[in-house]
T-cell receptor
């Protein structure tokens, strides 16, 4: 079955790098996503990675995928106060955009 | 491009009532998915509409139903509301040619 797990909280200092981790269980996942949710708002797509890739970089964001261990991470370089939010990883196991989300990691950026 | 829009923003209902939520997809998208996000949780997939038919469904009871119109907009209907239906309801749109879904701002439903 599908299950996605994330740690609940992460606190970093402004300017440091943040690394948010996620594990998933469905080895048939085709795409894996990172979404950002600010208080009272919907989900903002940050980046995604196809299952045949190991790494994807997009400006300050780096996604690493370890398919053997079913582990996905999101690294945010030079973290800013505006990055404070809840970050969700999600898998699309069967294709067709039926996403299974983790419980979210709340990132707090301190001055 | 307006992106995905949802209405209303907030809604308060009482137990046993029925509710209809609305979603307009991003321009060029033909597929609409609905998710329920309870407080402190990640979104859970309710169902997906494509070509005016339900294509996929998550683990939600029949009280949850939907519809898609020829212009690709969609409605989510929930009958016999329970307190546990209180949540943020998110609509997402995509197309057959894209690998990604874009989410709307959500409708906050409170059941008293």
């Amino acid at each position: 079955g599908e299950d996605v797990e994330q740690s609940l909280f992460l606190s970093v200092r402004e300017g440091d790098s943040s690394v948010i981790n996620c594990t998933y269980t469905d080895s048939s996942s085709t795409y894996l996503y990172w979404y950002k949710q600010e208080p009272g708002a919907g989900l903002q797509l940050l980046t995604y990675i196809f299952s045949n890739m190991d790494m994807k970089q997009d400006q300050r964001l780096t996604v690493l995928l370890n398919k053997k261990d079913k582990h996905l991470s999101l690294r945010i370089a030079d973290t800013q106060t505006g990055d404070s939010a809840i970050y969700f990883c999600a898998e699309d196991a069967g294709g067709g955009n039926k996403l299974t989300f983790g419980t979210g990691t709340q990132l707090k950026v301190e001055l | 491009d307006a992106g995905v829009t949802q209405s209303p923003t907030h809604l308060i209902k009482t137990r046993g009532q029925q509710v209809t939520l609305r979603c307009s997809p991003k321009s060029g998208h033909d597929t609409v998915s609905w998710y329920q996000q309870a407080l402190g949780q990640g979104p859970q997939f309710i169902f997906q509409y494509y070509e005016e038919e339900e294509r996929q469904r998550g683990n939600f009871p029949d009280r949850f139903s939907g519809h898609q119109f020829p212009n690709y907009s969609s409605e989510l209907n929930v009958n016999a509301l329970l307190l546990g239906d209180s949540a943020l309801y998110l609509c997402a749109s995509s197309s057959e040619t894209t690998d990604t879904q874009y989410f709307g701002p959500g409708t906050r439903l409170t059941v008293l």
